[in-house]
């Protein structure tokens, strides 16, 4: 682990490697601890697709248009494979789709959900020894001159596989001539697609963090809630938490380098469950938060995602109790109506989300509090609509991030019937955001004249702005005079001065 990646010095200048990724937080985490592993394979990371052999793509399927965007991205880049690049398709897309990318983008060569990561160096050696063997074949054989071959249809159990994850190489003697079809350029397929139930976490030692001074740390992967509209169950795998004794032991680490901030990551942190030491001493998730905020040297912990029914008061007593806990809470809602709630699976009623939002409120903190919503799940009415507006009112959130109802493979809600047309989803969405704006103009508003502590992000030089963010999780810009420099990573005190929809400007206390 380290704050800039390094690279093993010996093979740097044969492999490079670009990774582009799309979507969540855990997708951006995932990616810091799949460029650790490529790194610590002698791997080189570049900042072009052009510079790379290696060009891998870590995806998203939440929505639509996320898992459109990585296909658009594949398509501009096929291009590059008369270079010879190699292609691979990482993460919830790789998941979904499996072995039907090739189909779609026959030059990737690598598929791997995020269930597999662990498994990469293996796969990435695997690669590179089909890649020398279809090289060597290709100048050493009679066969040589002769079109490669791509083996879409039951090459897996023709070729040499583990449990997890499998490889072959077009043109190989063991391919029936009957399964052979040709292509363009010699193919080679390594997939790691078959770990949805594993109870194994993507643990290394490798990460490379791109912030030096705060970072993620995965507590529990996969998803057991199935929510009705939901692709990750089925593409992230099923739930398993790592030990709350090899969180600690990361969070140390970080601390000893310098981080400052950590950020608790997980699809639903709230179902953590430690399973090391003797069952009265494993410790809840409100119990491993508030051992992460005591690590000396520690001074900001965040966690994401929280589901409402998991939610428990303990969590609220542990940000009451430890000072390093950060006064905000991000707890997805989805709808305000308990009937379009049970629609989607979510397992809790409006009102029992909102006892949840009044433990908050009666923290000794004022506690920021940010959701998720969707509008325009199959059956939703006007009124169930209203419901949901009513309840942003109600809450009164920092921060809402609404999406339209966008149906997914695999998911229950596919095969729901009353679909809502489109034009009435983006007629929701614009509503719903406009509400959102005047609440959240009136809510920042309020901080007009507070002092906040910020952590500083950086500067625009260009506003002479020295960016920051509040433990609420605000963006709050500032001045400073010009015999202040406020270094990245540092805390300062500001006052906010004026105030935005999304965001609080400010001077430095000096
Ligand atoms: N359609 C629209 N939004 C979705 N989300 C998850 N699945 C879908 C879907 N099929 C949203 C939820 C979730 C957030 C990460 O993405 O609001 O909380
Ligand atoms: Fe998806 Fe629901 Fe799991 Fe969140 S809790 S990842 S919305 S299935």
Request: hydrophobic share 35%.
């Amino acid at each position: 682990m380290s704050g800039v990646p390094q690279s093993n010095p010996q093979a740097a200048a044969q492999k490079t490697f670009y990774l582009e990724t799309f979507g969540c937080q855990m997708n951006v985490h995932d990616s810091e601890k799949v460029v650790g592993t490529l790194l610590q394979e002698g791997y080189r990371q570049v900042e072009t697709v052009e510079a790379a052999d290696l060009v891998l793509y870590n995806t998203c399927s939440i929505r639509d248009k996320a898992e459109q965007k990585v296909f658009n991205r594949l398509s501009d880049y096929k291009k590059y494979t008369a270079q010879g690049k190699t292609f691979g398709v990482l993460g919830c897309v790789a998941q979904q789709e499996g072995e039907k990318i090739f189909e779609r983008a026959p030059y990737v060569s690598l598929v791997c959900g995020s269930a597999s990561y662990r498994k990469l160096p293996e796969m990435l050696r695997q690669l590179e020894n089909a890649q020398l063997e279809s090289a060597q074949s290709r100048n050493t054989t009679t066969e040589a001159a002769a079109p490669p071959f791509a083996v879409f249809e039951g090459w897996e159990s023709m070729l040499p596989t583990s449990r997890d994850s499998s490889v072959g190489t077009a043109g190989k003697s063991a391919v029936k001539p009957s399964s052979r079809k040709p292509i363009a350029d010699s193919l080679i397929r390594i997939t790691g697609l078959d770990d949805r139930e594993t109870d194994a976490c993507f643990e290394t030692e490798f990460t490379a963090r791109t912030n030096p001074h705060r970072g993620y740390i995965t507590i529990i992967e996969g998803c057991d809630k199935f929510c009705a509209y939901c692709v990750v169950p089925y593409t992230r795998g099923k739930e398993r938490s790592r030990t709350s004794q090899s969180v600690l032991a990361e969070a140390r680490q970080m601390a000893d380098l310098g981080y400052t901030e950590i950020q608790l990551l997980g699809q639903n942190v709230n179902s953590y469950k430690d399973s090391e030491g003797k069952p009265g001493l494993r410790k809840s998730f409100a119990e491993l938060l508030a051992a992460v905020g005591e690590v000396p040297g520690i001074r900001r912990v965040r966690f994401m995602t929280s589901h409402p029914r998991d939610f428990g008061r303990d969590i609220v007593e542990a940000i009451d109790a430890v000072p390093t806990l950060c006064d905000h809470v991000h707890l997805p809602v989805q709808s305000g109506s308990t009937r379009m709630l049970d629609a989607m699976q979510r397992l809790y009623t409006r009102e029992q989300y909102l006892e949840r939002i009044a433990w908050m409120k009666a923290a000794k903190r004022e506690i920021s509090i940010t959701t998720d919503v969707i509008v325009g799940f199959p059956g939703e009415t006007e009124s169930d609509f209203v419901e949901t507006l009513d309840l942003l009112e109600e809450v009164g959130y920092d921060a809402v991030f609404a999406f339209k109802y966008s149906p997914r493979p695999n998911t229950p809600s596919l095969k729901l019937e009353d679909a809502i047309p489109d034009e009435e989803k983006a007629h929701r969405l614009d509503l719903l955001m406009a509400k959102q704006r005047e609440i959240q103009i009136a809510r920042y508003k309020k901080y007009i004249g507070t002092r906040c502590e910020v952590m500083v992000e950086g500067k625009n030089e260009a506003r002479s702005q020295y960016m920051g963010r509040t433990s609420h999780n605000k963006t709050l810009n500032f001045t400073a005079p010009p015999t202040a420099t406020p270094k990245p990573g540092t805390y300062a005190p500001v006052v906010v001065t004026s105030s935005f929809p999304n965001s609080l400007l400010g001077e430095l206390v000096v």
